[in-house]
């Protein structure tokens, strides 16, 4: 049962939680606020790289403070031996009284035990509270847990007639430099980065975080691309060793690319589908590698194919006050759409300016 005040407490610990996103896989990133009376006496969220959890920052902070107080926790307390004891173990030691959380962990390893813990030890347990904001903000991790792929993160930046690039190829810059600042912000708070072959072979492009305060963080840069006909000159090929780079390929690749390419510091992850590899078969091997958050910036080609199997959970669109006319390269490549019956659906979550542009966001639409 929702107390007074735990809205408030709780809305705090997701705001905590949003710090880890993109540093903590293959773990959640999990906010905790322990309150004593009408005060904060602990604040924790997950660290970098999974450990410490949240609540073992909380529970440090708080010290003797915790005795007797209400932990805010935004998602169920571990309660399975991993390379840290269960945090349901250390909120009972530390004499907590009341545990509220906003979902439970769908991972078989708690599921539920972890409230059972806390419950025989006495403690009482709400579930529930800001549960439709904490499932936003674990989506990633809810889903690698129950469907085996990340949640993906389609940003597509266009002008106003949907267009990226002129018919000569010119793309720089669609959007203004404000939209492109919030472009890093999200690659901070995914866990890699995905696009295709030919944006890569194209753009030649880093994928790095280029913001003060946020360069140290470094998703996986994963390339889409079939025949592994990526440069070993490329950008990404020479900064692989800095930076996690992670090839995508088919199975009958050419042996001399795949040898060159085994030489270097990139992963080559092989992935079925024929000569286009399979998108969903793609996300599955970066979710068996414990990857729960991916931003795809594109082409055009790898954009229809993960919208051609519903496989796109949040899309983004940062739109120019700019036409280019059909002779234009679309944002969007073929889709196969016959009748508008067809057409993956979406709503509309969010929009607002960016400087010159427009930012909305949409969810998809299940049929």
Not at 70 to 99: F, N, Q
Not at 189 to 216: F, K, N, V, Y
Not at 302 to 326: H, P, Q
Request: hydrophobic share 40%; aromatic share 4%; proline share 5%.
């Amino acid at each position: 049962m929702t107390r007074r005040g735990d809205v408030r407490w709780m809305r705090l610990a997701l705001t905590l939680a949003r710090r880890g996103l993109g540093n903590v896989w293959p773990n959640p990133s999990v906010g905790c606020v322990i309150v004593n009376g009408d005060r904060v006496v602990g604040r924790g969220w997950t660290q970098p790289n999974g450990r410490p959890h949240a609540e073992r920052v909380a529970l440090d902070q708080a010290g003797a403070a915790a005795k007797g107080a209400t932990a805010y926790v935004t998602l169920e307390p571990c309660s399975h031996h991993g390379k840290t004891p269960p945090c349901a173990d250390a909120l009972i030691a530390a004499g907590i009284t009341r545990v509220v959380a906003a979902l439970e962990d769908p991972d078989p390893r708690v599921s539920g035990d972890g409230f059972r813990a806390l419950r025989e030890a006495g403690i009482h347990v709400d579930v529930g509270c800001c549960q439709d904001e904490a499932f936003e903000l674990n989506l990633g991790f809810l889903l690698q847990r129950t469907l085996g792929r990340p949640m993906v993160t389609l940003k597509l930046a266009a002008t106003l007639d949907g267009k990226i690039a002129t018919a000569a190829g010119e793309s720089r810059w669609i959007t203004g430099s404000q939209s492109r600042r919030m472009v890093h912000h999200m690659r901070a708070e995914h866990d890699a980065i995905m696009i295709g072959s030919g944006t890569a072979i194209a753009d030649d492009p880093r994928l790095d975080i280029r913001l003060d305060g946020l360069r140290q963080r470094a998703p996986v840069r994963v390339v889409a691309d079939s025949a592994l006909s990526l440069s070993l000159t490329s950008q990404l090929a020479v900064t692989a060793q800095e930076q996690p780079v992670w090839l995508c390929h088919r199975h009958d690749v050419d042996q001399s690319r795949l040898k060159a390419w085994q030489s270097t510091s990139a992963e080559l992850i092989e992935v079925g589908g024929g000569s286009s590899l399979s998108p969903s078969d793609m996300l599955q091997k970066l979710g068996q590698r414990g990857i729960t958050r991916v931003l795809c910036e594109g082409g055009a080609g790898l954009a229809a194919s993960l919208l051609s199997e519903n496989l796109v959970d949040r899309l983004v669109l940062f739109s120019a006050g700019k036409a280019m006319g059909s002779e234009g390269v679309p944002v969007i490549g073929p889709l196969g759409v016959s009748q508008l019956s067809l057409a993956p659906l979406f709503t509309l979550l969010s929009t607002r300016q960016i400087g010159e542009d427009a930012v909305s966001v949409w969810a998809p639409i299940a049929r």
